[in-house]
């Protein structure tokens, strides 16, 4: 190729400076008041959530623990000691 290497090289520039502008972020708007109210209300309600699904996870776990009790005709419980070891 007769082109100087300039002409090869400006191509690459070009394309890492658009990538660059592409992957660029603007800064989020300042919020107003009703914003923010509607902010913390999504939060405590996803609160709310997790904390009924963690309710409900325990109750799961909980049948499953005593249907497996059952099952293996267990009347013997294993005391599980809450020491720290060294």
Request: charged share 30%; hydrophobic share 45%.
């Amino acid at each position: 190729m007769n082109a100087p290497k300039i002409w090869m090289i400006i191509p690459a520039l070009l394309v890492a400076g658009a990538v660059g502008m592409v992957n660029a972020k603007l800064p989020t708007p300042p919020m107003d008041d009703k914003a923010k109210a509607a902010a913390e209300e999504k939060k405590a309600k996803a609160a709310e959530a997790a904390k009924k699904d963690a309710e409900s996870l325990a109750k799961a776990q909980d049948r499953a623990v005593s249907h497996y009790k059952k099952e293996q005709g267990g009347g013997k419980a294993v005391a599980v000691s809450k020491t720290k070891k060294k």
